[in-house]
């Protein structure tokens, strides 16, 4: 139970202690150039070919095959390790990097562009969801765990918000292939290093960690009840079992995948819907520091999520949190001016960041043994499938029907955690039925009662 506010807080004290500041400053800056990637391609290839169809061509190429790549890459570093995995696909993205500048200054287009940007994307190293593994295997106490994914999805909630800035940044004062350069640079100056900072495979050097029926800080459900594929025993991390097929860890884990692929869909269309209204506004300069807002309150409700109490089940965190985006984006829908629109961001941030570190919980919970890498990566590659998704249905809803037609998108796949997080209490509530009609049945003074 957590003792106060004034304590939980005081536990991220802890994490550079249990995996070196060191290593947590080098995880952020090389998680940085993947945020920059997709919105500095979009960039640099419509700068040199005058063509947004082709930059946006090149955008969605690099994404697909980071999405379908992810999986593969973690199901490698389960089975033979991150440093060996990581080691050789790190410098392989920062060369794949160089020759997407290149491309993307010569204009490319065509074949060879899209073979550069299938390299760029296929090579890239999930950096967020291998951070996530890292602290799987360090971390001995559930507190100490629900704080470092806490922590986690507080700096991918950053990263969301200052790679598009940095992109903006270095393209306006440098050209408009600068952020490549700068991305490639960070690949080979951070990028390399952290991936040579990894561990063995998920079935070795794992410490022990207990975790009964519940994950303290994190919230409490029972091992056999909604959300968990399989019993956790208490030395889940210690076994090493074969690494099971990716379908079987896919299916453990689709709930959080489910609800990560419809936080990437209202990313995608809430940036459709803003982008939009700020035209709309002929303020177009201003679309993306409107969206900025709501990644800034969903970092710092992140931090916070080690506030709750530890008997508020995740199902309820789901449940609460659909709630929460889909009202707020409902109203969001509604508004005309990009000042009510950005107070509205505001408030549906404070919704996303909890939902996020619960999806990752839900991960670590649902995986099977041996499957950490794979269910890692795949819900980072859910999140990436789903904002192009969610960017594409927008988009057109949008250029149809204005604002409120993107924003309706957001509303949906709010909608659908929603329906999540109300599945998962139902089967909660079954399970606790079951388990208590299982027990006889026993009278005040001792007696057992027919």
Do not use: K
């Not at 379908?68 to 995995?85: K, T, Y």
């Not at 896919?250 to 819907?273: D, H, K, W």
Request: with cysteine; aromatic share 4%; charged share 10%.
């Amino acid at each position: 139970m957590v003792s106060s506010p004034l304590g939980a807080l005081a536990r991220y004290r802890t994490l550079p202690r249990i995996a070196s500041g060191s290593w947590m400053a080098l995880a952020l800056a090389a998680r940085a150039p993947y945020a920059m990637i997709p919105l500095g391609a979009l960039t640099a290839f419509t700068a040199s070919t005058g063509s947004v169809a082709t930059g946006g061509l090149a955008t969605g190429l690099v994404s697909v095959a980071s999405a379908v790549a992810g999986p593969l890459i973690g199901r490698a570093a389960d089975r033979g390790g991150r440093r060996r995995v990581l080691g050789l696909l790190a410098p392989l993205n920062a060369l794949a990097l160089a020759l997407l500048l290149v491309a993307a200054l010569a204009g490319w287009d065509g074949p060879g562009m899209w073979l550069v940007c299938l390299a760029a994307g296929a090579t890239a190293i999930p950096v967020g969801s291998f951070a996530r593994v890292h602290w799987v295997e360090l971390t001995e106490d559930a507190r100490d765990l629900s704080t470092a994914l806490s922590y986690e999805s507080t700096v991918d909630e950053l990263s969301f918000v200052l790679g598009p800035a940095l992109v903006g940044i270095a393209a306006g004062t440098v050209l408009p292939a600068a952020p490549l350069a700068l991305a490639a640079a960070l690949v080979a100056g951070a990028g390399i290093p952290f991936a040579l900072s990894g561990g063995g495979s998920a079935q070795d050097g794992r410490r022990a960690r207990t975790l009964t029926g519940e994950i303290p800080a994190i919230g409490a459900v029972p091992a056999e009840g909604p959300f968990s594929a399989h019993p956790v025993p208490a030395d889940r991390h210690a076994a090493a079992p074969p690494a099971p097929a990716i379908s079987r860890v896919l299916t453990a884990v689709l709930p959080a995948l489910l609800v990560m692929v419809c936080i990437g869909a209202f990313f995608g269309s809430v940036q459709a819907g803003t982008t939009e209204r700020a035209a709309l506004a002929g303020a177009e300069g201003a679309a993306g520091l409107v969206y900025a807002v709501m990644g800034l309150t969903s970092a710092v409700t992140a931090l916070l999520v080690v506030l709750l109490p530890e008997s508020v089940p995740l199902a309820a965190r789901v449940l609460v949190g659909g709630i929460g985006m889909t009202a707020l984006m409902a109203l969001t829908a509604t508004a005309t001016a990009l000042p009510s629109t950005a107070l509205l961001l505001l408030a549906v941030g404070a919704f996303i960041g909890p939902t996020m570190v619960t999806a990752f919980a839900l991960t670590d919970r649902l995986a099977p043994p041996g499957g950490t890498g794979v269910a890692m990566t795949s819900m980072q590659s859910s999140v990436t499938v789903g904002q192009a998704a969610g960017a594409t249905a927008g988009g057109a809803l949008a250029a149809a029907s204005g604002p409120a037609g993107a924003f309706a998108v957001s509303v949906a796949a709010g909608a659908v955690i929603v329906l999540v997080g109300l599945q998962a209490l139902l089967r909660r509530s079954r399970a606790a039925r079951s388990a208590g009609d299982s027990r006889p049945d026993v009278d005040p003074g001792g007696a057992r009662s027919s």
